[in-house]
Structure formats: C-alpha cells, structure tokens
C-alpha cells in the first residue's frame, strides 16, 4: 500500500480509531517496552519514577547523545525542579502576559474592591 492509498494512523495507533485496548497495560515487542492504556494503571506509572523512568535512553542507550537536556527525559526530582524555572516563562508565552505582572493586577484589584467597602 503506497503512502497516498493509506488513510488513517497506523495500526500500532489503534486508539486513534477509537477502537479499545485488550488490555490496560500491553508489551510492544517491537521495542521491549509497555504500553500504558488504562487511567488507574497510568497513575501508577505517573506516580512511581523509581520503578517507571521517564529516560528512555535506558532501553536505547545510542539516542543518550541525542536526548541529553530533554526535560522529557528526566524525572523528579529533576524534572520538578526545571519545570519550576521554566514554568513562569511559558506562562508568558501561552497567555502573553508574567506572572508577576497578573499578581500586582489581583492585588489592586482586592485593594480597590476593599476601598468600596
């Protein structure tokens, strides 16, 4: 099937047919990793970075030079910590507007709703 004849994501994409997982949690054998479907099952990994890592170079050690920095990548604490610093920045990028600036905004406005009072 050529490029143009195909219509729709690939199989391994099932999920973007709509279509149900066997399982919450299935191995790809392609890649030796898991496949995280169900919500409960996601939580856990989410919650648990020692036992689940974020740093895929562990079962691809070559892209290591390709990743390195990736906050991706990384997990907390690390990621917590880089994720603070960066997070004012997308603020400003996402809404246009610091953080800092929307903070002196909410305080006169507390500051002129008590002057009503």
């Not at 709509?18 to 399982?23: D, I, K």
């Not at 919500?39 to 974020?54: I, N």
Request: charged share 25%; aromatic share 6%; proline share 11%.
């Amino acid at each position: 099937m050529s490029a143009i004849e195909h219509q729709g994501p690939p199989d391994s994409q099932f999920w973007m047919r709509g279509e149900r997982p066997s399982a919450p949690v299935l191995p790809d054998p392609e890649s030796g990793s898991w496949n995280v479907y169900g919500h409960a099952e996601a939580l856990e990994v989410l919650g648990d970075p020692a036992t689940y890592s974020s740093n895929t170079t562990r079962l691809y050690p070559r892209m290591r030079e390709f990743v390195v920095g990736d906050p991706v990548q990384l997990d907390p604490p690390e990621h917590t910590k880089l994720r603070k610093i960066v997070a004012p920045g997308r603020k400003i990028a996402i809404t246009g507007t610091n953080p800092s600036q929307d903070a002196r905004r909410k305080g006169a406005c507390r500051v002129s709703r008590a002057s009503l009072a």
